[in-house]
T-cell receptor, first 110, second 116 residues
Framework: RKEVEQDPGPFNVPEGATVAFNCTYS??????FFWYRQDCRKEPKLLMS???SGNEDGRFTAQLNRASQYISLLIRDSKLSDSATYLC???????????FGTGTKLQVIP | GAVVSQHPSWVICKSGTSVKIECRSL??????MFWYRQFPKKSLMLMAT?????????EQGVEKDKFLINHASLTLSTLTVTSAHPEDSSFYIC????????????FGSGTQLSVL
């Protein structure tokens, strides 16, 4: 089993739709979690951290479920500019190791 | 967020030459830097992790003698692709973090390497 798994998609959604991605992790010692977005042929950019209590930033909501070992990202009112690949990042075994999911591709359609 | 600068953005070289890529943290001390490569439409692949002042830890299958990594200071890491071949053509990205980034990774803008 991969340490961090994501559905690669693509998720094709119309503008204005709500879309959610999940990311599962296998190591229960994982301590911190993040969502990044990566545009084609660009570097990943931090979208948001994921906190145990859940957190929201505008149209984006991130949640952590430690019991089931997954994190989620919810995007409301999708914009064309949201089209990208969304990567979940998990810090495993404390500070030393960082693991990326393979990414979920989102395509928002006019 | 923190700023990581990566140069060059793209490079074209002849087969057999060596190419050096620099990754600098501009506004924080990067205790750890990571190097990745990414093929078109594929996911990031971690190549190695480097901690300042110590030898890099390479992922399985990555040749340390071919991909030389140096992290001699808290703001600079370099990746040298030695004797590059066409199959080394790829997008190389660095990322960095330190105490000031609170475990978040910040990425350089990447280097597109094309080996003829």
């Amino acid at each position: 089993r991969k340490e961090v798994e994501q559905d690669p998609g693509p998720f094709n959604v119309p503008e204005g739709a709500t879309v959610a991605f999940n990311c599962t992790y296998s190591n229960s010692a994982s301590q911190s979690f993040f969502w990044y977005r990566q545009d084609c042929r660009k570097e990943p950019k931090l979208l948001m951290s994921v906190y145990s209590s859940g957190n929201e930033d505008g149209r984006f909501t991130a949640q952590l479920n430690r019991a089931s070992q997954y994190i989620s990202l919810l995007i409301r009112d999708s914009k064309l500019s949201d089209s990208a690949t969304y990567l979940c990042v998990v810090n495993i075994q404390g500070y030393q190791k960082v693991t990326f999911g393979t990414g979920t591709k989102l395509q928002v359609i006019p | 967020g923190a700023v990581v600068s990566q140069h060059p953005s793209w490079v074209i070289c002849k087969s057999g030459t060596s190419v050096k890529i620099e990754c600098r943290s501009l506004d924080f001390q990067a205790t750890t830097m990571f190097w990745y490569r990414q093929f078109p439409k594929k996911s990031l692949m971690l190549m190695a992790t480097s901690n300042e002042g110590s030898k890099a830890t390479y992922e399985q299958g990555v040749e340390k003698d071919k991909f030389l990594i140096n992290h001699a200071s808290l703001t600079l890491s370099t990746l040298t692709v030695t004797s590059a071949h066409p199959e080394d053509s790829s997008f190389y990205i660095c990322s960095a973090r330190g105490v000031a980034t609170n475990e978040k990774l910040f990425f350089g803008s990447g280097t597109q390497l094309s080996v003829l």
